[in-house]
């Protein structure tokens, strides 16, 4: 059990029945769980995402900055000693975080810690690492998504249904140039107390809380960054290309709403089982139509998106999916049957649980909530009243404007 102190202030919360403690040290909050395993991760989740860009593509290249050249290490021995502990060293960009993670065994935590606060606190940010290194490697990956249908198209709904905030985009655009100083600023708001968490799965408590306060005491304080305040649009965006064909239609709110998560599950589109054609009501209508569906919702802070995607080679086949799909959609509250929501609440369930083990950060920012059948209900009958907005890519000539589906 852990001690209440002045400098750690103790709570526990459940992610998928399995306990996570969580304290501040230092004025870092910091959240762990000790299962017993030889191998341990170590995530630093900064509040620093896409929709904190003061410049577009900003958070981008703040995430590729990670581990190059400090002013105690460089990037290459950095490596190689990561390479020698036979650790693993990553990182991830959301709309609401980047994420800096270090997988190791069990017994190198000092040395990742400590590597990870470098990070933060003495990153060089050297001009010709922005030039030579991180920028080519944003500019790859961005091309390289530009030629995926369904995240081309799902970026294009984000832009309608928030405009700006949640509505940027998430990657660096090749328009608007970073400059060194830029990244300098950003990263000096960003790498604060008010903005980090540090979690840590598969480690001794309190000898991560003794390492945090160590080596991410000497932070800022800082203050939370600041985005727009969010408001929920309906519109559209069409994006022409001569690749394949995506739309997405997708439900923004102000509010979070923890039965939407069940609701995607029972409009679904892709089967758990392979080749099996599943029970979800969209997975007949990706079967019928022979397209790809994919249902999602996304929880942020302060809003929230259910969304929709429907691809395929033919924009013809897309837009027969769309058209059902809307037409499922519409008639949601009539046909949710208590099979659909147990099955649907069984799903959510197995994958909180299994996302405890398969990504901790990732329950970490999910959390926990109880979602009742009257909830789930309502949820339904209110999908298609709120705002609907629509990205559209590929061949926009064949593809539906936002008012011939809602």
Avoid at 144 to 158: D, K
Avoid at 234 to 257: C, D, M, Q, Y
Avoid at 292 to 309: E, F, G, H, Q, R
Avoid at 356 to 363: H, I, M
Wanted: no cysteine; glycine share 6%; charged share 15%.
């Amino acid at each position: 059990m852990l001690t209440r102190s002045t400098a750690a202030r103790s709570t526990i919360r459940t992610v998928g029945r399995r306990a996570f403690s969580s304290q501040e040290v230092s004025g870092v909050k910091v959240i762990s769980r000790d299962d017993g395993r030889t191998t341990s991760q170590v995530s630093v989740i900064i509040k620093a995402g896409s929709r904190y860009n003061t410049t577009p593509g900003l958070a981008h290249i703040l995430e590729k900055f990670a581990f190059k050249n400090t002013s105690n290490r460089s990037a290459l021995r950095l490596t190689r000693e990561t390479e020698l502990l036979g650790g693993q060293l990553s990182t991830s960009l959301s709309r609401e975080n980047i994420v800096l993670t270090a997988k190791f065994l069990r017994e190198d935590l000092p040395y990742f810690v400590e590597a990870l606060g470098d990070v933060l606190a003495n990153t060089s940010f050297n001009k010709y690492e922005l030039i030579e290194d991180v920028t080519p490697l944003v500019a790859l990956e961005a091309q390289a998504a530009a030629q995926n249908a369904a995240f081309v198209s799902t970026e294009a709904a984000y832009s309608a249904a928030f405009h700006n905030g949640l509505g940027n985009s998430l990657l660096a655009e090749s328009y608007s140039p970073v400059t060194i100083d830029q990244v300098k600023n950003f990263a000096s708001s960003a790498f604060t107390k008010s903005n980090i968490t540090v979690v840590g799965n598969s480690v001794v408590e309190s000898d991560l809380a003794a390492l945090v306060g160590k080596y991410f005491g000497g932070l800022s304080a800082g203050s939370a960054l600041s985005s727009p305040a969010t408001k929920a649009h309906s519109g559209e965006v069409r994006v022409k290309s001569s690749g394949a064909n995506a739309l997405t239609i997708a439900f923004p709110s102000t509010s979070v709403n923890p039965a939407n998560s069940v609701i995607a599950h029972v409009l679904g589109g892709a089967s758990n089982v392979k080749w099996s054609v599943g029970s979800s009501l969209l997975s007949h209508v990706a079967n019928k139509t022979g397209t790809t569906i994919n249902t999602s919702y996304s929880p942020y802070s302060d809003a929230s998106l259910l969304s929709v995607t429907i691809s395929g080679a033919s924009a013809l086949a897309v837009s027969d999916a769309a058209a059902l799909a809307t037409k499922e959609i519409k008639g949601l509250s009539a046909s949710l049957s208590e099979e659909a929501i147990k099955k649907a609440s069984a799903a959510v369930r197995f994958a909180a649980a299994d996302l405890v083990d398969a990504n901790p950060v990732a329950a970490v920012l999910a959390g926990d909530a109880a979602v009742s059948a009257d909830a789930i209900a309502e949820a339904a009958s209110t999908l298609s009243s709120g705002p609907v907005a629509v990205g559209a890519v590929g061949q926009v000539h064949n593809l539906p404007y936002a008012d011939e589906l809602f």
